[in-house]
């Protein structure tokens, strides 16, 4: 499979230190629930992506378990704290345990 | 005869069989839900009685399009090491499966508040629990009319 890019977007790159950064991620995924048949009637098995955080500078600042109800290429939105510059990184993990990793970066000042 | 006996013996099974069903629908209680969202959550609550207060749950009245509902669940936190939310349940108490998803916050997030896109299978209730750091449970529910429901095939 192709490596999957997720689009990231912070609402700004630099911040105070306080600041309440607000990050919007999209990433492309079936997000197949497993309760679905095939055209012959077969089960499709089930793959989603089940798992997602997000650091900033090494330090966890949200995290995430998903079920089969969250939508086909998922849309994530949250906000964290600005403390400390460093790169932000998200992280979205599949049931057959591949991560689909992307990077962002801030600037606290 | 034997074809005969065996014949009654499977009309009693079927009878057998009506009965649990319709005796299970009848003494089931009106609220229970169709699905686990129930079970899930006393499990995150361990039991404790959730008072309906500091939640809020954002989703349209009407979606047109069950596939992919938007969803924003926001809770009044000073978001501080004293006091915060760790974590919010979300649960759809007619959708073949109850959960929806697990949020984990801390006083890094800065503010408990989350969006994102869910499906509906059906008309049916959604319901945000937040725990805070000290164990207290709040939560509230809406309920979304669904057009075409989020289930496909």
Request: some cysteine; glycine content about 8%; aromatic content about 6%.
């Amino acid at each position: 499979m192709a490596e999957i890019k997720p689009r990231i977007k912070l609402d700004k790159k630099q911040a105070s230190k306080g600041d309440i950064v607000e990050v919007k991620a999209l990433v492309s995924h079936v997000m197949e629930t497993g309760l679905r048949k095939d055209a012959n009637g077969n089960p499709i098995p089930r793959k989603i992506l089940n798992n997602f955080t997000c650091t900033v500078n090494g330090k966890q600042v949200f995290s995430a378990d998903f079920e089969t109800a969250i939508s086909a290429n998922p849309y994530i939105q949250f906000k964290f704290r600005a403390e400390e510059s460093g790169p932000v990184v998200l992280t979205w993990t599949d049931d057959d345990g591949t991560r689909i990793v992307g990077q962002e970066s801030i600037t606290v000042t | 005869m034997p074809f005969a006996l065996h014949r009654r013996g499977l009309l009693k099974v079927a009878l057998g069989a009506a009965a649990a069903v319709t005796s299970g629908g009848v003494c089931a209680p009106a609220f229970a839900a169709k699905n686990d969202a129930e079970d899930l959550i006393k499990r995150f609550t361990g039991g404790r009685d959730a008072v309906e207060a500091r939640v809020r749950l954002d989703l349209p009245e009407i979606a047109e399009n069950g596939n992919t509902v938007p969803m924003t669940v926001s809770v009044e936190s000073p978001m501080t090491e004293e006091s915060y939310v760790s974590d919010v349940l979300v649960v759809a108490d007619g959708n073949p499966r109850g959960g929806v998803a697990t949020f984990h916050f801390s006083p890094a997030s800065g503010v408990a508040e989350v969006n994102t896109r869910i499906r509906l299978a059906e008309t049916e209730n959604v319901i945000a629990i937040a725990r805070m750091n000290d164990g207290s449970v709040f939560r509230t529910s809406k309920q979304v009319k669904v057009t075409i429901g989020g289930c496909g095939g």
